[in-house]
């Protein structure tokens, strides 16, 4: 099985801040990799898929890059409903995994 | 508007089954992949089973977890996907959400999930 580490864990930041969250597959992966947001209560919502596009209607200030083995997601500038918990996800194989995820909290 | 909405969760006993039922709307049903993805309360995300579409001969792929215990099945003339769990087990008490693939290996609606709880 192909296992997503992502790092860190856990995270403080402040609004405006340039936040970046990165995933590491435990082997190549291509670019078959996606990032969701997901909230209390709430199913993820699909932010980035294909490491680098950016799902329609997701604000610019989310981007991704990567391919391979390693992938990030950026946030350029914080803003309040940023904060919530952040998955990566691939679909090279199977099983489909995600990482353990990255939570974002309110400095 | 595009919707997945899941029924068919409850409480049930250790070694007991559910079926899960998606219903939905707005979108070619048939042209698409589809999966089931739980989580357990407090837990991360995992993929459970995936049915792919006609074009794919509705073959399925599971969880090494489910295997053999789940089964997932489809209905396009319902707009229906459905999850059968037999031989529950409390480990398997979780939100399970249904999702559409995007042609692009990723999950772009998701439903608002449902909850299975598995007594001991």
């Known amino acids: 099985d192909i296992q997503l580490t992502q790092s860190p864990s856990f995270l403080s930041a402040s609004v405006g801040d340039r936040v970046t969250i990165t995933c590491r597959a435990s082997?190549?992966?291509?670019?078959?990799l996606a990032w969701y947001q997901q909230k209390p209560g709430k199913a993820p919502k699909l932010l980035i898929y294909?490491?680098?596009t950016l799902q329609s209607g997701v604000p610019s200030r989310f981007s991704g890059s990567g391919s391979g083995t390693e992938f990030t997601l950026t946030i350029s500038s914080l803003q309040p409903e940023d904060f919530a918990t952040y998955y990566c996800?691939?679909?090279?194989?199977?099983?489909?995994?995600f990482g353990q995820g990255t939570r974002l909290e309110i400095k | 508007e595009v919707q997945l909405v899941e029924s068919g969760g409850g409480l049930v006993q250790a070694g007991g089954s559910l079926r899960l039922s998606c219903a939905a709307s707005?979108?070619?049903?048939?042209?698409?992949?589809m999966d089931w993805v739980r989580q357990a309360p407090g837990k991360g995300l995992e993929w459970v089973a995936r049915s792919r579409n006609k074009g794919n001969s509705y073959t399925t792929e599971y969880a090494a977890s489910v295997k053999g215990r789940f089964t997932t099945s489809r209905d396009d003339s319902k707009n229906s996907l459905y999850l059968q769990m037999n031989s529950l087990k409390p480990e398997d008490t979780a939100v399970y959400y249904c999702?559409?693939?995007?042609?692009?290996?990723?999950?772009?609606?998701w439903g608002q999930g449902t909850m299975v709880t598995v007594s001991s």
């Open positions: 996800q691939h679909l090279n194989d199977y099983p489909i995994t």
């Open positions: 082997q190549g992966i291509s670019s078959y």
């Open positions: 999702l559409r693939d995007n042609y692009f290996h990723a999950f772009d609606i």
């Open positions: 294909a490491a680098s």
């Open positions: 707005g979108f070619t049903f048939s042209d698409h992949h």
